[in-house]
């Protein structure tokens, strides 16, 4: 018979709810789904071995071992810093690489709609420090980013001259994050959205009708005001 596991797994409504629609969805990345098919499993008996979980889920019963001590150390079964190379590039590359992603080509005299990861990393060769990049690095980073460019564009764009100077060491702490929650720094991106007024129209509205508009009464009674606050932890990306 094999040794019962030697840690419990509990797991918050919300952050159960969140497995089980990462489980659920096609689009999911595997490994993010077999990590959450194990804890969701061990959750779900806690008396059974690993050698169980690992039966139910269909993997090797190191992994179960493995993802269920990451899930009591750190309550998340995000992927860790692997080791291996250290960064090549600074952070403010990468957010130039981004940036130009996400900017339309024809502003800066190029003749094409949307950049490609050569038309890149030409760009940042030419404005940066850097001497070289390869492609494929770009393009790694913009599918992390997820990024689809030709169909968002932002309105709003940093106009001081130093913004990239004064993003470098926010960006270095990100880039970090991983490495300082190892050591007990929890790096968090916190954002807030206040005096939201909860309005009561005085007047009810008036339905659009043929020929006519809808009239809207401009006055209206308050509420009162509520605060929303938000908070990511750039670490594992709860939020």
């Not at 840690?7 to 489980?23: G, K, Q």
């Not at 493995?66 to 150390?73: A, G």
């Not at 990861?117 to 940042?124: S, T």
Request: net charge positive.
């Amino acid at each position: 018979m094999a040794r019962p596991k030697g840690y419990v797994v509990a797991l918050e409504e919300t952050y159960r709810d969140r497995r089980r629609s990462i489980v659920a969805r096609r689009n999911s990345p595997q490994g993010e789904v077999l990590r959450s098919r194990i804890v969701l499993a061990c959750e779900a008996h806690p008396d059974w071995t690993d050698r169980q979980v690992a039966g139910r889920v269909g993997c090797a019963w190191q992994t179960v071992k493995k993802w269920r001590r990451r899930w009591h150390e750190t309550h998340s079964v995000g992927e860790g810093s692997r080791p291996g190379r250290p960064r090549s590039f600074p952070p403010e590359t990468r957010a130039q690489a981004t940036a130009l992603a996400c900017s339309l080509a024809e502003t800066v005299g190029r003749p094409f709609r949307r950049w490609d990861c050569v038309e890149i990393v030409e760009r940042l060769v030419r404005d940066t420090v850097i001497d070289s990049i390869h492609r494929t690095t770009v393009w790694r980073w913009l599918k992390a980013e997820r990024l689809k460019p030709w169909r968002h564009h932002l309105w709003q764009h940093p106009t001081a001259p130093d913004f990239l100077q004064r993003a470098k060491p926010v960006l270095e702490l990100y880039a970090h994050a991983r490495a300082l929650l190892a050591q007990g720094v929890w790096v968090v991106c916190s954002d807030e959205k206040t005096s939201m007024q909860a309005l009561e129209r005085v007047h009810p509205l008036r339905p659009a009708a043929p020929g006519q508009p809808m009239h809207v009464a401009a006055h209206s009674i308050r509420r009162g005001i509520s605060h929303l606050f938000g908070a990511l932890s750039v670490a594992d990306g709860r939020v």
